[in-house]
């Protein structure tokens, strides 16, 4: 039953990394940047249910709510002021970028906060679920963040499919200039990516701080990180890619951390990375593009 015990949280932990690489892949995949501030989007909306719920007494569904709102309006912001700039300046200044950006956060929310580790109260309400005459113990956090991770998938893809800004992101994915000239709005679907990517970086900060219950200002940063891998893992672009390499890596991470040392569980995680893009460089999913000379 430990193997079980160890797996399930496995899945819950990828569960919230996918979640989170979500917002990598569909920014990468359709405005052709690396947000790398994404992960502090994640401790944004920590920090904003954590001041609704214990500041403000609020209620956890309103709190989540308000957290969702103002990370879209944060990654607006965002993509306005430092990205849209960029769009056509050379993949290094974005990247430079965007990593000031994250520390920016990280600092405000240091001077707001200060350094010290805040006790994050779970806004998951289900009681654990006993199996196997109670060897088996499934925590309330592990079974919501599943579903949740299920039921944003669905709906994003959904989304994609079947509504007219969805097929406008596909459409600026494919080929920015030729969906100007039909007729697509490139700079309101970037935006409306990024707002997305944002709302699920506040779902994914909830929950991240509901199983792991300890709020600092470094809290999405690796995270985050572990999340890129898991879009680069399952191919950067794609949605099921980003499923798939969130639930593996995080499968990955879980028995590291059990059977091998809990030390070297990163160092395991990123050994499978470079391992996946030796064979495969595009990840599980990924596409190769031929590019024409």
């Known amino acids: 039953m430990e193997f079980v015990s160890f797996l399930v949280n496995g899945i819950s932990l990828g569960s919230i990394y996918a979640i989170i690489a979500l917002g990598y892949t569909m920014v990468y995949g359709i405005a052709k940047m690396l947000n790398f501030a994404h992960g502090d989007v994640i401790m944004i909306g920590g920090y904003v249910v954590f001041v609704m719920t214990t500041g403000l ?36 200044a974005v990247l430079i970028t965007a990593i000031g950006v994250s520390y920016f956060l990280q600092n405000i929310a240091l001077l707001i906060f200060g350094a010290d580790s805040k006790s994050f109260t779970s806004v998951v309400k289900i009681q654990p679920i006993q199996l196997a005459d109670g060897r088996l113990t499934i925590t309330g956090e592990a079974i919501v963040t599943i579903l949740a991770c299920i039921v944003i998938m669905i709906g994003l893809m959904l989304f994609i499919r079947f509504t007219k800004p969805g097929r406008a992101m596909l459409a600026v994915s494919e ?31 909830v929950l991240l701080c509901s199983s792991y219950p300890n709020l600092m200002p470094t809290t999405g940063a690796m995270p985050g990180i572990k999340a890129f891998v898991a879009a680069v893992f399952g191919g950067i ?52 593009i031929h590019e024409k000379v």
């Open 237 to 288: 672009g794609s949605i099921p890619g980003a499923l798939i390499g969130g639930i593996l890596l995080g499968i990955i991470e879980s028995l590291g951390k059990a059977y091998v040392s809990s030390q070297l569980a990163d160092a395991i995680v990123f050994a499978v990375l470079i391992l996946v893009l030796l064979i495969k460089p595009t990840g599980i999913l990924g596409k190769t």
């Open 57 to 92: 007494g609020l209620p956890a569904i309103p709190s989540i709510l308000i957290s969702m709102a103002a990370c879209t309006l944060l990654g607006v912001v965002i993509e306005r002021i430092a990205y849209k700039p960029l769009r056509g300046a050379s993949p290094l």
């Open 175 to 205: 080929d920015q200039g030729a969906a100007k000239l039909m007729g697509v709005n490139v700079n309101a679907t970037i935006a409306l990516t990024f707002a997305i990517g944002s709302a699920l970086a506040a779902i994914a900060g």
